[in-house]
């Protein structure tokens, strides 16, 4: 009989979610009380994660639900990120400046939103993992649209939601061409067909369709453009929640599909990512260099990132999790970083978001020693400079092409963050060597400021190696 404990954690997402959407309709419920509530369940709700651990197997080793979920430690890893990093987006709502767009439709919504990056993550077939996708993208259209009164807020949302609707469409095509050429949506079947039979024309559009769905939403080259404008229409926290938990979400959708039903015709798509790889990084870059909009900023450098990431992707030999790792830690040790810099962001800008631009920050310092100095060490973690774990995260991706040998990828990854030191230094710079004239309006929280600070050691502690590949890596394998 199958065991079902470890689906216990995305279970209470959903009843949780529902609960919130109950909430809405029949209750008024203030806003900080619903986030103080929403927080504190899906704090118990990562104990219940941690509790049920044990149970996940090794890695696709057990599924559930007629093979449709993997219950492995990937999958349970993953998880209880995503859960993480919707308590610090929930937490960020208690600092953003309309207060009409809060209500409880927002919580049930993030809920849901979780929930389906949770069936994401240990997806095990093709319709499964189309349908955890939906539920992820429908309620992210609907976060992005509760602002009905920013005009920026719908520009977003109507872009997302066709965009995101062709490529859905381009997903399911694909998965019925697969279908029809062996017979089955599971995973390991797919796998083990294309490893007997080789691949059919058929089979290699129908890849190619889950490709394009897969490339936009890891915001790879050629389909980024609407991730700058999406990003930037929506909340600042909604951006920080969908270049963290979303696009991790993203990446991992893209592991699973390669790494088991498309693993014996690697040699027909890793050519395509290693170009991939390197067409993103420089697009990211170019884009950067020219931005002086904070927000704007994160949001074409977390492109650069994507393009590190795919390094790992377009150069592995063999298709394990093991091999995989370098990635799946770069994204375990990326978004604190990015989190904090959006929350930071969130409780510091006004409601048009008028003094986001990297001159706001000049004398910074001053009036905010330890925040400055907190700053300092995210944007040294993006560059990957020594003593952070953006450091070991670009290290082990660069390493990963070397041993495999593509040291060329592994240079022009260098390159690009070369590249990178020019925008991440001007933050810094700003900060530490210009005086400002205008009176800060920035009054920081005990609470936000504990917060901030705490991302900040856990980006230290993985610099001086108290996390690293070589012990983070068993708890996902």
């Given at each position: 009989m199958a065991n079902y404990i470890p689906f216990t954690p995305a279970l209470l997402v959903l009843i949780t979610g529902f609960i919130f959407m109950l909430l809405a309709a029949f209750a008024d419920v203030k806003k900080s009380s619903a986030i103080k509530a929403n927080?504190?369940?899906?704090g118990f709700i990562a104990l219940v994660q941690i509790g049920v651990y044990p149970a996940l197997s090794e890695y696709r080793e057990t599924s559930i639900f007629f093979e449709m979920l993997?219950?492995?430690?990937?999958?349970?890893?993953?998880?209880?990120?995503?859960?993480?990093?919707?308590?610090?987006?929930?937490?960020?709502?208690?600092?953003?400046?309309?207060?009409?767009?809060?209500?409880?439709?927002?919580?049930?919504?993030?809920?849901?939103?979780?929930?389906?990056?949770?069936?994401?993550?240990?997806?095990?077939?093709?319709?499964t993992l189309l349908i955890a996708l939906e539920i992820v993208s429908l309620s992210i259209y609907t976060l992005i649209g509760l602002n009905r009164e920013s005009s920026k807020a719908i520009e977003a949302l109507v872009k997302y939601f066709l965009l995101g609707s062709i490529v859905g469409a381009f997903y399911l095509l694909g998965t019925a061409l697969i279908f029809g050429s062996v017979g089955s949506t599971q995973f390991e079947v797919v796998g083990s067909f294309l490893v007997e039979n080789g691949a059919s024309p058929l089979v290699l559009v129908g890849l190619l369709f889950i490709l394009v769905t897969m490339l936009f939403k890891v915001t790879a080259f050629g389909f980024y453009y609407w991730s700058i404008d999406v990003y930037f229409g929506s909340s600042i926290h909604i951006a920080g929640y969908l270049s963290t938990a979303v696009k991790i979400a993203s990446f991992i959708?893209?592991?699973?599909?390669?790494?088991?039903?498309?693993?014996?015709?690697?040699?027909?798509?890793?050519?395509?990512?290693?170009?991939?790889?390197?067409?993103?990084?420089?697009?990211?870059?170019?884009?950067?260099?020219?931005?002086?909009?904070?927000?704007?900023?994160?949001?074409?450098?977390?492109?650069?990132?994507?393009?590190?990431?795919?390094?790992?992707?377009?150069?592995?030999?063999?298709?394990?999790?093991?091999?995989?790792?370098?990635?799946?830690?770069?994204?375990?040790?990326?978004?604190?970083a990015v989190a904090a810099m959006f929350l930071m962001l969130t409780a510091f800008a006004k409601e048009d978001e008028s003094n986001l631009e990297i001159e706001d920050l000049r004398g910074f310092y001053k009036h905010y020693p330890v925040i400055s100095l907190v700053i300092v060490i995210f944007m040294l973690s993006f560059i990957g400079f020594p003593y952070t774990v953006g450091f070991f995260g670009k290290f082990y991706l660069f390493s990963s092409a070397i041993e495999n040998g593509m040291t060329e990828l592994a240079i022009i990854g260098i390159i690009n963050t070369i590249i990178s030191v020019y925008y991440y230094l001007k933050i810094i710079i700003n900060i530490y060597f210009y005086d400002r004239v205008e009176t800060l309006e920035f009054k920081p929280s005990l609470v936000l400021r504990s917060?901030?600070?705490?991302?900040?050691?856990?980006?230290?502690?993985?610099?001086?190696?108290v996390y690293n590949l070589g012990n983070v890596t068993p708890l996902f394998s």
């Open positions: 927080i504190a369940i899906l993997y219950i492995d430690r990937l999958g349970g890893f993953l998880s209880l990120l995503f859960t993480v990093l919707t308590v610090v987006f929930i937490f960020s709502a208690l600092y953003a400046k309309d207060e009409k767009y809060y209500k409880p439709e927002f919580l049930a919504l993030t809920n849901f939103a979780l929930f389906g990056m949770m069936i994401m993550a240990s997806a095990a077939e093709f319709l959708l893209l592991i699973r599909v390669l790494a088991i039903p498309f693993e014996g015709i690697s040699h027909i798509w890793q050519p395509v990512l290693y170009v991939l790889a390197i067409l993103t990084m420089f697009a990211g870059n170019l884009m950067s260099i020219k931005q002086n909009n904070i927000k704007k900023l994160l949001i074409t450098s977390s492109i650069v990132h994507s393009g590190y990431i795919l390094i790992n992707l377009a150069s592995i030999e063999s298709l394990s999790v093991a091999s995989f790792s370098p990635a799946i830690f770069y994204l375990f040790a990326y978004p604190g917060v901030i600070i705490l991302l900040a050691v856990t980006v230290l502690l993985g610099g001086f190696g």
